[in-house]
């Protein structure tokens, strides 16, 4: 890819699913994603990544098998692998993801209709 800068809005802009990953960098064998998250995501662990999330808009709750983190705009949480997790989203919300290139979304719960290593977008 050539060194251009990503316009966030406009590549958020670009797209209404949620819970659909999308690509829009990568470095150091890892993928800079966008998603928007509304509602409950499918319990699930990475065994081999950790994940970063930082909410640009909205809020969302991480929740974990004995507590729930809330994360909101401005804020980052990092789950670690193989800790299982499932985010929650009251109203929808925007967040960037930073995670090893080739993560499915839905971890070691795949058979998720949900699944996605994500795809690119360009503005």
Wanted: proline letters at 4%; glycine letters at 6%; hydrophobic letters at 40%.
């Amino acid at each position: 890819m050539d060194e251009q800068p990503v316009n966030i809005a406009t590549a958020l802009a670009s797209f209404d699913e949620h819970w659909s990953p999308k690509i829009i960098a990568a470095l150091n064998g890892q993928h800079v994603k966008l998603a928007k998250f509304q509602g409950e995501f499918v319990w699930h662990a990475h065994h081999d990544a950790d994940e970063l999330f930082l909410v640009l808009e909205g809020e969302f709750t991480m929740e974990f098998r004995d507590r729930a983190v809330p994360v909101r705009k401005g804020e980052l949480i990092v789950v670690h692998r193989g800790i299982e997790h499932r985010p929650v989203a009251a109203q929808e919300c925007s967040v960037l993801l930073f995670e090893p290139a080739g993560t499915v979304s839905t971890g070691d719960a795949s058979n998720d209709d949900r699944s996605s290593e994500g795809e690119w977008i360009s503005e």
